[in-house]
Structures are given as structure tokens and as C-alpha cells.
């Protein structure tokens, strides 16, 4: 190699050196200081969940066989069963740069600093609680929210119904318990209002004997809770 041609490699190591020191020191750090948020809000989430839960329990003790239970999965995932619904909440463990097509990066809060528009995200899905019970995989839970939170706890959440506008300004929204006890509740709620709906009979007036066998390991048939709206990624629009 010739002494020009070394010297350029090592400008080009020493640039790409630095290039990797600058994104350890922003964007690597960044992305720590918004986990270590998300943390502490999923921690004040199961607060939150273990606080209704037990008043749930207190206030429904006179109702047999509605049965409110609260567990945790793993270090990621809480389980909140309440009658025939769960509510599964779980904590992504890595941080999302929200899409630059989303509304966020329109508002004067994110122009300012693009570093806000990194994320931690929280999950709320609906199961029934048979699906668990029983076992069956093939049984389909619901997002009824998901949660975005950023390094300063602004936050947005993307769902339905009082979900769909009540928490969409990223820029004035900051979590505290008041909106997480109010977030858990609504979640509840919204599942509890939402009913199976039997499939229409044409639907489901032939099956194999094979399906039949397999609704027989899985035990029982499919059973999906309609909850009469799709996602964005489920409808293609939003």
C-alpha cells in the first residue's frame, strides 16, 4: 500500500471513528435515557393496575365468581384478568424513532428537537380469559392501545374510542399517575363493553374432520372477541 493511499485510510478510520464516538455519546445515549423512562412509567402502570385491581376486588366482593387477578409474566408483561377478559400490558425493550410521516414531527415541540420524536412503547392487549385458561393458541387477542413515551414522558397514545383523541397532543401531554390510573381504567372498561358476536351460521356450517380434531386439542373452537374496529395495520388506514 502506498503512503498516500495509507494516509486516506487513516483519515477514513480516524472520520468513522469519530462518527462512532458522536453516536454513542447522542444517539446511544438517548436511546438509554428514554428506556430508563419507559421503565419507570411501566413500573408506575402495574402501580396502577395492582391499586384498581384491589379496589375492584373490595368493591365486587359480593359478586360470586367474578374473579379479578393481577400477575406478572415476565420482567416485560403483567397479566390483569377481571370476569372473561384479560388485559395483557407489555413493555417494549427497545426505543422507535416514530415514522417522520406521523403528526408528531408537524408540531413546533419536535421541529425544536428531533431527539424527542424517540420513543418507548407500551402495549395494552385484550384476551379472553378462556383463551388463556384453555390454551388456545389460535385464539386472537386486540390492541386496544399502545402507548408512545419519550425522554421527557410526553407521550401519545394510539387506540380507539376515548383512546383515539384524548391523549394525542405530544407536545402538552405528560404522563403522571392521575393519566395512568385513568388510561388502565379506560382500557378495562373498553374491553368489559365489548361482547363476543357469534359468527354468522354460513360461516361455520361445514368443517373437516381435521379441524375438528384440531378444535379438539386446542380445546374448543376459535374463539376471537370482535371488538367492532380495526388498527391501522389491520385496515391499511388509519
Given at each position: 500500500?502506498?503512503?498516500?493511499?495509507?494516509?486516506?485510510v487513516?483519515?477514513?478510520?480516524?472520520e468513522?471513528?469519530?462518527?462512532i464516538?458522536?453516536?454513542?455519546?447522542?444517539?446511544?445515549?438517548?436511546?438509554?435515557?428514554?428506556?430508563?423512562?419507559?421503565?419507570?412509567?411501566?413500573?408506575?402502570?402495574?402501580?396502577?393496575?395492582e391499586?384498581?385491581?384491589?379496589?375492584?376486588k373490595?368493591?365486587?366482593?359480593?359478586?360470586?365468581?367474578?374473579?379479578?387477578?393481577?400477575?406478572?409474566?415476565?420482567?416485560?408483561?403483567s397479566?390483569?384478568?377481571?370476569?372473561?377478559?384479560?388485559?395483557?400490558?407489555?413493555?417494549?425493550?427497545?426505543?422507535?424513532?416514530?415514522?417522520?410521516?406521523?403528526?408528531?414531527?408537524?408540531?413546533?415541540?419536535?421541529k425544536?428537537?428531533?431527539?424527542?420524536?424517540?420513543?418507548?412503547?407500551?402495549?395494552?392487549h385484550?384476551f379472553?380469559?378462556?383463551?388463556?385458561?384453555?390454551n388456545?393458541?389460535n385464539?386472537?387477542g386486540?390492541?386496544?392501545?399502545?402507548i408512545?413515551?419519550?425522554?421527557?414522558?410526553?407521550?401519545?397514545?394510539?387506540?380507539?374510542?376515548?383512546?383515539?383523541?384524548?391523549?394525542?397532543?405530544?407536545?402538552?401531554?405528560?404522563?403522571?399517575?392521575?393519566?395512568?390510573?385513568?388510561?388502565?381504567?379506560?382500557?378495562?372498561n373498553?374491553?368489559?363493553?365489548?361482547d363476543?358476536?357469534?359468527?354468522?351460521?354460513e360461516?361455520?356450517?361445514?368443517?373437516?374432520?381435521?379441524?375438528?380434531?384440531?378444535?379438539?386439542?386446542?380445546?374448543g373452537?376459535?374463539?376471537?372477541?370482535?371488538?367492532?374496529?380495526?388498527?391501522?395495520?389491520?385496515?391499511?388506514?388509519?
Open positions: 500500500m502506498t503512503e498516500k493511499k495509507e494516509a486516506l487513516k483519515k477514513i478510520r480516524d468513522n471513528y469519530e462518527a464516538l458522536k453516536n454513542l455519546k447522542g444517539r446511544a445515549a438517548l436511546k438509554q435515557a428514554v428506556y430508563k423512562e419507559v421503565c419507570q412509567v411501566y413500573k408506575e402502570l402495574l402501580s396502577s393496575l391499586m384498581i385491581s384491589g379496589k375492584l373490595d368493591d365486587i366482593a359480593e359478586v360470586k365468581d367474578v374473579e379479578i387477578e393481577l400477575r406478572e409474566i415476565n420482567q416485560f408483561e397479566m390483569l384478568k377481571f370476569g372473561s377478559d384479560v388485559l395483557i400490558v407489555s413493555m417494549h425493550s427497545n426505543v422507535f424513532y416514530v415514522n417522520p410521516a406521523h403528526f408528531i414531527h408537524k408540531t413546533g415541540y419536535v425544536e428537537d428531533n431527539s424527542k420524536a424517540y420513543c418507548g412503547v407500551i402495549h395494552i385484550n379472553l380469559a378462556d383463551s388463556i385458561k384453555y388456545r393458541t385464539d386472537t386486540y390492541l386496544v392501545a399502545r408512545f413515551i419519550n425522554k421527557e414522558r410526553h407521550f401519545f397514545v394510539e387506540g380507539r374510542g376515548q383512546f383515539s383523541f384524548l391523549y394525542e397532543d405530544f407536545s402538552e401531554s405528560v404522563l403522571d399517575k392521575l393519566v395512568i390510573d385513568n388510561i388502565v381504567e379506560l382500557a378495562i373498553h374491553s368489559i363493553e365489548f363476543l358476536v357469534a359468527p354468522d351460521f360461516h361455520i356450517k361445514a368443517i373437516s374432520l381435521m379441524d375438528k380434531q384440531l378444535q379438539y386439542a386446542n380445546s373452537y376459535q374463539t376471537d372477541k370482535q371488538l367492532g374496529y380495526k388498527f391501522s395495520a389491520q385496515a391499511g388506514v388509519k
